[in-house]
């Protein structure tokens, strides 16, 4: 398999894990399955490319953000491997990354305040997935053919959030609370291997493995 294909599908299927769309269809619901279809979707819609703009702006600008702040790709990696961990854990204990209620179902206002919260930050463009396109842009020199890879794969999870999400209902009532539990608790345990291999190589970045292993 070419070697750009497997980074780029390595790259899909672990922002796909990160969007977690079946794990965020009860939180969607929970926040706009109170307004009508057309407003469900135009809330959906904004939450999905707003959170598109706001990755990509620290796909584009995260390299200068790390190099501002004086922080090195190794100490990031360990910052984005505790993260990682974190959501994972979230995952595992089954915990709600956001909570919002509406303050009236009638407020047009209202509707597109929670497009940005809590949909598009943190439900959708959460600190996951922010850390994790970093880790891919910012981590060293600018490439362009990775920054490319990195809008697809973006694009593509988005796309897949949004299908998914303006699927809630059905899905909830097909797979049912327990299949979700299963897949998410699944998503989790991938998603805390990861975040280990990652902290492994901040390690290695910094090269502290070299001091406690030898």
Same mark, same amino acid.
């Given at each position: ?17 990160? /969007?977690?769309?079946? *794990?965020? $269809? +009860?939180s969607?619901?929970?926040? !706009? =399955? %109170?307004?009508?279809?057309? #407003?469900?979707? @135009? ?11 706001v ?10 953000? /790390?190099?501002?702040? *004086?922080? $090195? +790709?190794?100490?990031?990696?360990? !910052? =984005? %491997?505790?993260?990682?961990? #974190?959501?994972? @854990? ?37 600190? %996951? ?73 901040g390690?290695?970045?910094l ?8």
């Amino acid at each position: 398999m070419n070697e750009h294909l497997f980074t780029f599908l390595k790259m899909l299927l672990t922002f796909i894990m990160l /969007l977690d769309p079946i *794990g965020n $269809t +009860p939180s969607f619901m929970a926040v !706009a =399955g %109170g307004y009508d279809r057309k #407003t469900q979707l @135009l809330i959906l819609k904004k939450a999905i490319v707003i959170s598109f703009i706001v990755l990509m702006v620290f796909a584009v600008g995260g390299y200068f953000i /790390l190099t501002f702040f *004086g922080i $090195t +790709p190794g100490a990031f990696y360990i !910052a =984005g %491997g505790i993260i990682f961990f #974190t959501i994972a @854990l979230e995952m595992i204990q089954s915990k709600p990354r956001s909570k919002h209620t509406p303050k009236s179902l009638d407020d047009p206002q209202d509707a597109a305040t929670i497009a940005v919260f809590p949909l598009a930050f943190p439900l959708i463009a959460g600190p %996951g997935m922010i850390t994790t396109i970093m880790l891919h842009t910012a981590s060293g020199p600018f490439d362009l053919v990775n920054l490319g890879m990195v809008v697809v794969a973006t694009f593509i999870g988005l796309v897949l959030e949004y299908f998914v999400l303006r699927s809630s209902s059905k899905l909830l009532s097909r797979i049912g609370t327990t299949g979700m539990f299963v897949m998410e608790k699944i998503v989790g345990l991938i998603l805390a291997g990861l975040a280990i291999q990652i902290v492994y190589d901040g390690f290695e970045k910094l090269g502290l493995l070299n001091i406690f292993f030898n």
